[in-house]
């Protein structure tokens, strides 16, 4: 969108298997392309393409795709292979694989739709695609254009896209910052698109009714990641099918979770459901680290098969690590897939000594260290463990999580209250949404991600909330203060928050502790995580795990999202 660093050249790339989610999101729905008579010959003209572009599908015809779209098209924020138009293009080459497909991204971070139609000759037309997608808006409100004018040109933009190619063209309608769900900006893309007579895939709302992030689709100024990709790829793709007069056969989904286990393997499941009222055989795909796995699922009309793989876990060393995991079924000429990332990550338990003792400071807590293993950022600022360096210790009380954190730290700066980080402190993540939420790779009000600076001389605690804590949240206690060559930080935790959060019974919870270093004043410089990353704030995915038993051994907390 429109805080980005300028883009190379655009990527020509062959299509490959890759996995992503065909159909909406389990759990929404999404209203379907339809044109009224007023909209005359124009809707009629894309279903014509349409059933043209499914007959090029079909014979194995080439087929060429066109993404033309500002940051998102460009893939500003993923790892570079999970953009939702790849993986939109990636599950039309699985469902049709005989279909000779090429995508052409042309994505061009912070650009407009006036600044789309400067290009629409050379990157558009010039190219003769069978398939445009057409991603442009969210700049036009970040960088404060009237709505008349967006309107005005998105119009343009999206007649000329049809009257000036021949190919069947899908309005990837923004995803704007707004808390409102039916803002002007977003229903001004819904018009235009319908007016135009074209197939709309509306990633603003399948963001919104999909696990998007609560802070909106662009958190603290950053790109979607992967994830939400995967959520924008099921609209596109719903989008495309249906402009090709297709209906699913069956769905398919990877069933996620998180759990703690000591066992080598990782027991993944799926699921493979028939919508049908006729038999269906599929071909069942999995891929994962390299490696793929390949059966064929016979379905008799609704039955659902459930499927299960074992996967050999290396021995875990060092933070916490995601592996993309890949399910793709086809069955007759429908494609449908799941994209989900396997974490795994370290987990402690809380100590359980005496509470007398525990709560006088002087039980026998065991201690995890952060040093140069724990370096993510500024490893060649870093002077050593006198510079900066750390230990944690949790004990469960009677009545709360007590988190005890103790910084070494030879320089001590202080950054002002609403920013910490442009100073020494202390950030404590810990996700206390409902077990069927724990790991999900998004903020919700129930993740909790807290910052503790070291005192002022003349000050008490020093330390905020990134996001305001919820009511449940209110009994939280927070010190601070310093000691002889670094500080002290305690955070209480009340078990009855939690169990309000996370319910009676809950067997863990997501869990981070990392400190920062600005030797000198400034922003941060040097940062130690224990097992996550400089990202935790945007992504709570990586979290490692906090369980009040005893942990067998080398137990690690594994999340599937």
């Known amino acids: 969108m429109n805080q980005c660093r300028p883009y190379a050249a655009p990527v020509v790339t062959k299509v490959i298997l890759l996995a992503a989610l065909l159909l909406v999101c389990p759990g929404t ?336 807590a065991t201690w995890h260290h952060l040093g140069e293993e724990t370096l993510v950022m500024g490893r060649h600022h870093w002077l050593g463990e006198s510079d900066l360096s750390a230990r944690f210790s949790i004990v469960a009380l009677a009545d709360s999580l007590r988190f005890t954190i103790e910084v070494t730290d030879d320089d001590i700066t202080t950054g002002p209250r609403e920013d910490p980080a442009q100073g020494d402190c202390i950030e404590l993540y810990l996700d206390l949404r409902a077990d069927a939420d724990q790991g999900k790779r998004v903020y919700s009000p129930h993740v909790i991600a807290l910052q503790i600076a070291p005192p002022n001389e003349d000050s008490g605690a020093r330390w905020r909330s990134m996001e305001p804590l919820v009511r449940e949240l209110e009994g939280l206690a927070v010190t601070c203060r310093r000691t002889e060559g670094g500080y002290r930080a305690q955070v209480d935790l009340p078990l009855s928050a939690v169990s309000a959060l996370r319910g009676a019974d809950w067997p863990g919870l997501g869990f981070d502790i990392g400190v920062n270093d600005a030797d000198g004043g400034g922003s941060r410089k040097v940062q130690m995580m224990w097992t996550g990353f400089p990202d935790n704030y945007l992504d709570p995915g990586y979290l490692g795990g906090l369980w009040l038993d005893v942990l067998p051994p080398d137990a690690t907390r594994r999340t599937l999202r």
């Not at 939702?84 to 000779?100: G, K």
């Not at 700049?139 to 404060?144: A, E, I, T, V």
């Not at 004018?149 to 000329?160: C, V």
């Not at 028939?274 to 795909?285: F, G, H, L, Q, Y």
Request: aromatic share 8%.
């Open 29 to 364: 729905s999404h209203a379907g392309w339809t044109y009224t008579p007023a909209q005359g010959d124009r809707g009629a003209v894309m279903e014509q393409r349409g059933r043209e572009l499914l007959a090029r599908l079909q014979r194995g015809d080439p087929v060429r795709i066109i993404a033309f779209g500002d940051s998102l098209t460009a893939g500003f924020g993923t790892d570079g292979h999970h953009v939702y138009c790849r993986i939109a293009a990636d599950i039309l080459q699985f469902a049709f694989p005989e279909a000779r497909i090429e995508l052409i991204i042309h994505g061009h971070p912070g650009e407009t739709t006036a600044d789309a139609l400067g290009r629409f000759d050379g990157e558009v037309k010039a190219g003769r695609p069978d398939l445009l997608l057409v991603q442009f808006g969210g700049n036009d409100k970040g960088w404060g254009r009237a709505l008349g004018d967006f309107r005005t040109d998105l119009g343009r933009l999206l007649r000329r896209s049809r009257d000036e190619t021949e190919a069947l063209v899908i309005a990837c309608l923004p995803p704007i910052v707004d808390p409102n769900p039916t803002n002007s900006w977003s229903e001004a893309a819904r018009g235009v698109a319908g007016l135009e007579g074209l197939p709309a895939a509306d990633l603003d709302r399948a963001i919104r009714r999909g696990d998007g992030d609560f802070r909106g689709p662009f958190p603290c100024g950053s790109h979607p990641d992967g994830f939400t990709h995967a959520i924008m790829a099921r609209e596109v793709t719903r989008a495309l099918y249906e402009a090709l007069g297709l209906s699913p056969a069956f769905t398919c989904e990877l069933l996620r979770g998180s759990h703690l286990s000591g066992q080598g393997v990782y027991d993944l499941r799926a699921e493979v459901t028939s919508v049908s009222d006729a038999p269906i055989e599929c071909d069942v795909r999995f891929e994962w680290e390299g490696r793929a796995f390949r059966e064929t699922v016979r379905l008799e009309p609704h039955e659902t098969s459930r499927l299960q793989w074992k996967l050999p876990l290396a021995p875990f060393a060092g933070h916490s690590r995601a592996y993309p995991v890949r399910l793709l079924v086809r069955g007759g000429e429908m494609g449908d897939g799941d994209l989900a990332w396997l974490t795994v990550a370290p987990a402690v338990a809380a100590e359980q000594p005496e509470a007398e003792a525990a709560a006088g400071g002087t039980g026998d």
